[in-house]
Nanobody
């Protein structure tokens, strides 16, 4: 079974940058579709960005132009580069895989139980 481990969070000032990593293991497939999600205090978990197994990226409007999702297939790791961070980006960030890897992929239906995530805190 695929195991995912998030890392790279931290405390930054407004305007700063962080790069989150989602390392996949337990699979020989180095092109799995992966989504990045976040959950801010008192908010529901939301999809932030996704990368299809064909490396087609998707980012939500609130982070468009600031966040970039990419993959290093050799390391079986998907990154979320977060630039121009704002206090409203403060959240625990998680990665997960969609229920389906092919055809119509719905990233709002993640497959695995949520891990611990990685905390991102942006100070004003």
């Amino acid at each position: 079974q695929v195991q995912l481990v998030e890392s790279g969070g931290g405390l930054v000032q407004t305007g700063g940058a962080l790069r989150l990593s989602c390392a996949a293991s337990g699979t020989s497939d180095s092109n799995i579709a992966i989504g990045w999600y976040r959950r801010a205090p008192e908010n529901q978990r939301e999809l932030v960005a996704a990368l299809s197994r064909y490396d087609t990226p998707h980012v939500v409007d609130s982070v468009k132009g600031r966040f970039v999702i990419s993959r290093d297939a050799a390391k079986n790791t998907v990154y979320l580069q977060m630039n121009s961070l704002k206090p409203e980006d403060t959240a625990v960030y998680y990665c997960n895989i969609p229920t389906r890897q092919y055809g119509t992929v719905d990233y709002t239906k993640p497959l695995k139980p949520w891990g611990q995530g990685t905390q991102v805190t942006v100070s004003s």
